[in-house]
């Protein structure tokens, strides 16, 4: 492996080049590399200034990740920064793509910012459960004041260039070229200058108004309840303020170690590496992707719509095919009030949005139009019938290597795609509502789908920006099956006595963004009326079926939509509809059920047991390539809080002994919904976690 820190004098000013692909993260050889350099430097007299860059596509961006977790190897970053710091000629950092985290921090070590119009910056330490713990959290409210600081590092947000000059972050944006030159060209006018270094640990920290800091903490207990890296950046930050460099420099060093330790941190990191492994799939390993230009969305209800602005506001052209006049007209009126949403929000200039409206969207009663669409997304109304009907006469329009997908959330793929006489090109696209926001993308897998048409659908996923999940088909497949199996474990504790309302609480107090029954309500109880009246005929007679949804949905409550379900939904927000527990009460009675005391730890230990059991039945099977993947499904479409990993992580956290005991412990209660997972059983007897599965 050679060097990856390199030096090289020209015309006295060293030129200081860090090559460690495919971001240059800060590893131990990058370190080492820093500080032997600047050591060599400062032993030359033929030295007037040093510049800093990174070679290829990026500076830094940030502390090697795959380091963490494992014993720290010197020399610790902190410490090089410092040296860097302290070198008596200027020191000039060259940014251009992304300087993050210890990236950002080495720069701000530097004396002199000089960046690329298209640089980001940012700390993102807190996303990873940890802070800024180089420096950032002491020379960042130096140089641009604590409450930016406190609004970068505990938010984790990225900036560009221009916001960064504003707020005194960098000196100056260079026109576009490579960081190198760039950087050589500003060292010899600080030279030309006779510029002397200029350190941001020596600046003086300005004082801010005293409620700064609660304030702070009040955003951030609002914003990332649950999370403890959030509130040890606030501390560390409040460090800056009232201790000498060097004494907040070690305050961010113990406030940063707390929370290396933490599980938090670990997740997080676990759910950073997982959601790019998920893309890493086997049976698609080098084969090409079939080219996209031109979709075709059938569907313009509330799931077409978001799917054809999803591919619209990624450059894609659109046709939309609905079933008759009014309804198309219905379907562009959804697609052009989004679009208009996000230009609004500033997500889309007015230039773009006059750009789709007049050439690369368009909407029509006539599946013609579809003849030359590389690729076709079925979002209709969820009836097998219905989707047969749908995809017959795509089989008879559509070009030959045309890929003919659908968002199907339950359906057999396998049955949609024997209707055509070309299977090999019908897969599964599974979007979640609203589809232009929600990061997931389930891409299923059927008997007979063509690897480059799998391949297809993850370079799509890739262009709308979307996570996507390898699924085999099975009902429900990732995610919603194990949602329907927790959602019973749920109405099982309801049935035993805890509220819904009981049962939301406990789980978001546990992290979720909504409990369960608030999101039944968010989706429509008709959806998962249709589903349980479906599985109907084919229910096993052991099954202890709750019946209190149903009342709701045949007095006409649907949730949201309806105004009223589990919650009754007013001008003023949410509150519980008391009817419920009537139904509810009717319900046990009919079962014979006595209600018992249920505490917060056990409803969120049923949800989690039922999650994670069959979870491991949906590795097992196959339906899911490894544990990671469904730790992407949960994060990404069903709000499971992402500073616990995901399920599988959760479990390998608390020790799949106690799962699998719990399992047993509810199965007391109901022995058919909680049958353990042989998976799950197999990993207990052999000491194995979900995380030793990733790895093989
Ligand atoms: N360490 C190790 N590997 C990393 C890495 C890192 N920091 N960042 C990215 N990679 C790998 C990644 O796993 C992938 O590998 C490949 O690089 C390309 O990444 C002391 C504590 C830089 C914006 O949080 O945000 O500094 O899958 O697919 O879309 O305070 O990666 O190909 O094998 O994401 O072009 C703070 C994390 C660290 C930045 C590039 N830094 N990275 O995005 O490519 S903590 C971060 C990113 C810290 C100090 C501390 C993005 C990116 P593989 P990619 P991309």
């Given at each position: 492996m050679p060097d990856p820190v390199s030096l090289e004098v020209v015309d006295g000013i060293a030129i200081v080049a860090i090559a460690n692909p495919p971001v240059n993260a800060l590893s131990q050889a990058v370190r080492a590399g820093l500080a032997g350099v600047f050591a060599a430097i400062?032993?030359?007299?033929?030295?007037?200034?040093?510049?800093?860059?990174?070679?290829?596509?990026?500076?830094?961006?940030?502390?090697?990740?795959?380091?963490?977790?494992?014993?720290?190897?010197?020399?610790?970053?902190?410490?090089?920064?410092?040296?860097?710091?302290?070198?008596?000629?200027?020191?000039?950092?060259?940014?251009?793509?992304?300087?993050?985290?210890?990236?950002?921090?080495?720069a701000m070590g530097a004396h002199f910012r000089v960046a690329d119009p298209a640089a980001r910056f940012g700390l993102p330490e807190v996303t990873l459960g940890i802070l800024p713990g180089a420096g950032g959290t002491q020379r960042l409210p130096r140089l641009a004041g604590a409450e930016v600081a406190l609004d970068l590092i505990t938010t984790g947000r990225q900036i560009g260039a221009e916001e960064a000059l504003a707020i005194g972050l960098i000196d100056k944006i260079a026109a576009a070229g490579d960081p190198r030159t760039v950087g050589v060209a500003y060292a010899q006018d600080l030279v030309r200058q006779g510029a002397a270094p200029r350190r941001s640990s020596?600046?003086?920290?300005?004082?801010?108004?005293?409620?700064?800091?609660?304030?702070?903490?009040?955003?951030?207990?609002?914003?990332?309840?649950?999370?403890?890296?959030?509130?040890?950046?606030?501390?560390?930050?409040?460090?800056?303020?009232?201790?000498?460099?060097?004494?907040?420099?070690?305050?961010?060093?113990?406030?940063?170690?707390?929370?290396?330790?933490s599980d938090q941190r670990s997740a997080l990191i676990h759910a950073f590496f997982a959601e790019r492994q998920v893309a890493k799939v086997p049976d698609i390993k080098g084969v090409t992707a079939r080219p996209i230009e031109k979709i075709g969305v059938i569907g313009g209800g509330t799931m077409g719509a978001g799917i054809a602005v999803a591919a619209l506001l990624s450059g894609l052209k659109v046709t939309l095919i609905e079933r008759e006049p009014e309804a198309v007209a219905r379907a562009k009126a959804n697609v052009t009030k989004t679009l208009e949403g996000s230009v609004k929000r500033g997500k889309l200039a007015q230039t773009k949005f006059?750009?789709?409206m007049a050439t690369t969207f368009s909407a029509s009663d006539d599946y013609s139009q579809l003849v030359d669409a590389d690729l076709v997304i079925e979002a209709v109304f969820e009836s097998m019938e219905v989707k047969k009907d749908v995809f017959t006469r795509l089989d008879a329009i559509c070009k030959p290597g045309?890929?003919?997908?659908?968002?199907?959330?339950?359906?057999?793929?396998?049955?949609?795609?024997?209707?055509?006489?070309?299977?090999?090109?019908?897969?599964?696209?599974?979007?979640?509502?609203?589809?232009?926001?929600?990061?997931?993308?389930?891409?299923?897998?059927?008997?007979?789908?063509?690897?480059?048409?799998?391949?297809?659908?993850?370079?799509?996923?890739?262009?709308?920006?979307?996570?996507?999940?390898?699924?085999?088909?099975?009902?429900?497949?990732?995610?919603?099956?194990?949602?329907?199996?927790?959602?019973?474990?749920?109405?099982g504790a309801v049935l035993a006595g805890a509220s819904p309302f009981d049962v939301d609480r406990a789980l978001v107090d546990f992290g979720l963004a909504m409990g369960p029954f608030a999101v039944s309500d968010l989706a429509g109880l008709d959806i998962g009326w249709a589903t349980r009246k479906r599985l109907a005929p084919t229910r096993d007679p052991r099954e202890v079926y709750a019946a209190f949804s149903d009342r709701l949905c045949e007095a006409g409550h649907f949730g949201r939509k309806t105004g009223k379900g589990y919650y009754v939904y007013k001008e003023d927000g949410p509150c519980p509809n008391e009817d419920?527990?009537?139904?509810?009460?009717?319900?046990?009675?009919?079962?014979?059920?006595?209600?018992?005391?249920?505490?917060?730890?056990?409803?969120?230990?049923?949800?989690?047991?039922?999650?994670?059991n069959e979870a491991a039945r949906v590795v097992e099977e196959g339906i899911a390539l490894r544990p990671l993947d469904v730790d992407v499904t949960l994060l990404n479409g069903y709000g499971f809080p992402r500073w616990r990993g995901g399920p599988m992580q959760y479990a390998d956290t608390v020790g799949l002994e106690k799962i699998l005991a719990d399992v047993a412990r509810f199965a007391r209660e109901d022995d058919f919904l909680w049958q353990p997972a042989p998976l799950l059983q197999r990993l207990v007897a052999e000491g194995k976690t979900f995380g030793d599965l990733n790895d093989a």
């Open positions: 400062e032993a030359r007299d033929d030295v007037r200034a040093v510049v800093i860059y990174g070679s290829d596509r990026t500076f830094i961006a940030g502390a090697d990740i795959r380091e963490f977790g494992k014993p720290p190897l010197e020399p610790f970053l902190p410490d090089v920064i410092n040296q860097i710091e302290a070198c008596r000629l200027p020191v000039i950092a060259s940014l251009h793509g992304t300087a993050l985290g210890g990236g950002l921090e080495v020596a600046l003086p920290v300005q004082a801010v108004a005293p409620d700064v800091f609660e304030q702070a903490r009040t955003r951030v207990a609002q914003k990332s309840r649950g999370q403890l890296a959030p509130l040890n950046c606030i501390k560390a930050v409040e460090g800056a303020m009232r201790l000498p460099f060097l004494e907040g420099l070690a305050n961010e060093r113990a406030l940063f170690t707390e929370l290396m330790g006059d750009d789709i045309a890929v003919l997908a659908t968002n199907t959330s339950y359906l057999d793929i396998n049955e949609i795609a024997a209707m055509t006489s070309r299977p090999q090109d019908v897969i599964g696209l599974h979007f979640f509502s609203p589809a232009h926001v929600m990061r997931l993308l389930e891409i299923v897998v059927a008997d007979k789908t063509a690897p480059e048409v799998t391949a297809t659908g993850f370079e799509l996923a890739k262009r709308l920006k979307k996570v996507a999940v390898r699924a085999g088909v099975c009902d429900g497949f990732i995610g919603n099956r194990i949602l329907s199996h927790y959602r019973k474990a749920v109405d419920v527990l009537t139904h509810v009460a009717d319900d046990r009675a009919a079962k014979g059920i006595t209600p018992r005391a249920m505490s917060d730890d056990e409803i969120v230990d049923r949800y989690m047991a039922a999650m994670v």
